[in-house]
């Protein structure tokens, strides 16, 4: 077994962070840059990429399923490419605790294995501010969803995430991680008449930070609105749809929907 680099081909696993809220998406990057002064393949078998996940332990985790399988491709010499990987659904991750992983990497055309260095995440269990059952519309027979807001504190930041599970939350279908807030925020929740989760918490001193979330998990709408001579509030109307009253919205190229360039910056006010 050869160490992650070996006729100057490299691999390793890049993190955009390493603390993650339990049942939350857990994506990575595997990096590989080759420097062999010639194209190499990649893939072309099943396992031709392996993740070693292990527990505070060193205990290995049973792997629930395979992941996805990668057409072959070749890194051309003095390049790099980064591959995509989701931990969660594929591993028993749904403890609170430190973990590590690892992958290992076959590579018939230099005819070695590579095994990346151990890179440490961990888990812990948000505390829960607000609970609603709610059934999806139309659905037979009866179907019903748990909203849960949660909170938890990264490197001193406090966030806000959004559960989504079934009514005995034995099953989660999505945490969606909403933002972070100030610690005096009271984040307001509604559910409107399609089931689908509207959020408003204060992110800044005069900004605030909207979302509407699906009985299914979908982060569907993203705004910024900010204080202007009136607070942002939630407000259910008479015929159960859910609107931000007071304020005005601030248009940004990172909302949900994606707005058009020549909208960014815009100002809105509220109705």
Known sequence: MAPATF??????????????????????????????????????????????????????LRRKADLPAIKPFTVESSKSVSLRADLMPHFNLGEAGNYS?????????IERELTTEVKLFSIISGSTL??????????????????????????????LYVRVTDATESEVFRVV???????FSQPEALVDNSSQLHELFQKGPRSFHYSIVTPNGEHIIRQTWDYTGTRPRLQSTDDGRVVVRGGARRI??????????????DVRQSN
């Open 7 to 60: 006729a100057q081909v490299t691999a390793e696993i890049v993190f955009e962070q390493e603390h993650f809220l339990r049942s939350e998406s857990l994506p990575l990057r595997v990096r590989i840059s080759n420097y062999s002064g010639q194209p190499i393949q990649f893939g072309g078998t099943p396992d031709w990429i392996t993740f070693i996940v292990q527990d505070g332990n060193g205990r290995a």
């Open 101 to 109: 992983v690892k992958a290992l990497l076959k590579i018939p055309a």
């Open 130 to 159: 607000w609970v609603r059952d709610v059934g999806i519309p139309g659905a037979t027979p009866p179907v019903v969803r748990k909203y849960v807001l949660q909170q938890a504190t990264f490197a001193k930041q406090l966030r």
């Open 177 to 183: 991680s909403l933002g972070a807030l100030l610690s």
């Open 252 to 265: 940004l190229l990172s909302d949900l929907p994606p707005p058009r360039v020549a909208e960014t910056n």
